[in-house]
């Protein structure tokens, strides 16, 4: 039982490349969350999946898609990566929704962008 | 928007003291309030967390308090030791339909031996 799974574990763009983050779980779990971490910032939501086929905004969605591809995997999408999203980026799983289960995250990818 | 307000930003104790973080909430609505350990290059790991129907919870050296009147809840840790230093993260539910968590902005603390 591997948990919550990311790849890749460190990642490095340039500015205007694109990339596909990918998030696993092994749990059966039907929400699926991704974050982003910045120092002093804490963690921010992206995007999440409420259930298998629905995704919808957090608080900082913008320059991000993402798609439920099944109800194991989450993948988190840069179309044109910017500096801006240098950051920690952590995905995380729950069986229901949040307030009622545990909310289990990833080892998280690192991305830099040049 | 909603807000969790967390503090201090940064807390320094020695062996053996207690360490108190205090997070604040904006939805009145929120019903779960968890609490989430990070160890340096680690990931988030959920360490206690406390329910809207309960004013305190305890698992040996942490506690968690919650003052819904107030929208505040704080976590407690006592016989503090080196292994306790990391970053500390409050989280509050919010609702509203579409259920997420709204993180603080976390607490690094050091546990001096």
């Known amino acids: 039982n591997a948990g919550v799974t990311q790849t890749p574990k460190f990642q490095v763009l340039k500015t205007g490349q694109s990339m596909t983050l990918q998030c696993a779980q092994d749990m059966n779990h039907n929400s699926m969350y991704w974050y982003r971490q910045d120092p002093g910032m804490g963690l921010r939501l992206i995007y999440y999946s409420a259930s298998e086929g629905t995704t919808d905004k957090g608080e900082v969605p913008n320059g991000y898609n993402v798609s439920r591809l099944n109800k194991r995997e989450f993948s988190l999408r840069l179309e044109s990566a910017a500096p801006s999203q240098t950051s920690v980026y952590f995905c995380?799983?729950?069986?229901?929704?949040?307030?009622?289960?545990?909310?289990?995250f990833g080892p998280g990818t690192r991305l830099t962008v040049l | 928007g909603e807000n969790v307000e967390q503090h201090p930003s940064t807390l320094s104790v020695q062996e053996g003291d207690s360490a108190v973080i205090k997070c604040t909430y904006s939805?009145?609505?929120?019903?779960?309030f968890p609490w989430y350990k990070q160890e340096l290059g680690k990931r988030p790991q959920l360490i206690i967390d406390?329910?809207?129907?309960?004013g305190e919870k305890k698992d040996q050296r942490i506690a968690v308090t919650l003052n819904k009147t107030a929208k505040h809840f704080s976590l407690h840790i006592t016989e503090t030791q080196p292994e306790d230093s990391a970053v500390y993260f409050c989280a509050a539910s919010i609702q509203g339909g579409s259920e997420k968590l709204v993180f603080g902005k976390g607490t690094k603390l050091t546990v001096n031996p």
């Open positions: 995380a799983s729950s069986l229901e929704a949040v307030s009622t289960d545990t909310q289990y």
């Open positions: 939805d009145s609505a929120s019903n779960y």
């Open positions: 406390i329910r809207s129907n309960v």
